[in-house]
């Protein structure tokens, strides 16, 4: 390896990736940590929970808007609170803090439903804007609240899945709070790898990540510089690589260990299921 002197805990971060590598490549890695929380029980719920609120939702009316990049879907002030089904595209929610920093929540891919937390809630507390062009399909919020009031297995669905949702979010937002910069950027990839793949909308393990390096430092308390730079490092050190907006997962397995993502956590629960990455072609 080279002596390069990094600054701004880089040093400890590469040096972080360096041993896990030679512990992987040894095999001494992984061999008795389990985590508490079992990932793969909110992935594999929120699928289904997706594929239930919609069927539920399909018997509402509804309308469709195309939106392009950047569309503000809700805003803070919105006193008219409706539900969205991202049907093209990815969104994000996303608040803004009172030195008017960036602080972006939820990611939202193809197939998500967006705003149920809004509206059940007493205020908007965040906004939901398009991160590429897309299309929506808008519920109107009195509509869904009626619904909600006469439908117990709606009302089931719906608080469901905002445990579902929320787990998601906490569990993220756990790496930020526990991990180096490199491995906090592992936990979103696969993240987002796992939930395309159980909504049907990837094989493989090369995917589009629309986010620029300064959108993903808001979702993970990050500058861009250190974005690029963990980047680099994890190419480097042979976990993922990132050309543009396409994000390579280079060892899969190695990027589960390393990120605490185990196995277990991404698998659809099926024998015929275990022992193959999820998303393998």
């Given at each position: 390896?080279d ?39 909110f ?85 939901i ?40 979010v906490?569990?993220r ?80 397995q ?28």
């Amino acid at each position: 390896m080279d002596e390069r002197k990094p600054d701004d805990g880089r040093a400890d971060e590469l040096e972080s990736l360096k041993r896990h590598s030679d512990a992987y490549s040894a095999g001494m890695t992984g061999a008795s940590h389990r985590p508490s929380l079992p990932f793969s029980h909110f992935i594999d719920a929120y699928a289904r929970l997706l594929d239930e609120l919609s069927r539920q939702l399909s018997e509402l009316t509804s309308h469709v808007i195309n939106a392009g990049k950047g569309h503000v879907v809700q805003r803070y002030s919105d006193t008219d609170k409706q539900l969205y089904l991202l049907e093209e595209g990815w969104a994000c929610s996303k608040r803004y803090t009172r030195d008017s920093n960036i602080q972006r929540l939820e990611l939202y891919v193809p197939d998500d439903i967006m705003g149920v937390r809004e509206l059940a809630s007493l205020s908007v507390v965040s906004e939901i804007s398009m991160l590429t062009p897309g299309r929506i399909r808008v519920f109107s919020g009195e509509q869904v609240n009626q619904a909600y009031e006469t439908s117990a297995a709606l009302r089931v669905v719906f608080l469901r899945y905002l445990a579902v949702r929320g787990n998601l979010v906490l569990d993220r937002l756990k790496s930020c709070v526990s991990v180096d910069a490199p491995t906090r950027i592992i936990y979103l990839i696969l993240e987002t790898h796992t939930r395309l793949v159980n909504q049907n909308a990837l094989v493989g393990m090369e995917f589009e990540l629309p986010l620029t390096q300064e959108e993903i430092g808001e979702f993970l308390g990050l500058s861009a510089v250190h974005v690029s730079r963990s980047f680099s490092l994890l190419e480097e050190y042979g976990y993922l690589k990132r050309d543009r907006n396409t994000i390579k997962i280079l060892n899969y397995q190695k990027s589960l260990d390393k990120a605490d993502f185990y196995r277990e956590y991404i698998y659809r629960g099926s024998e015929e299921s275990r022992g193959e990455p999820l998303g393998a072609g």
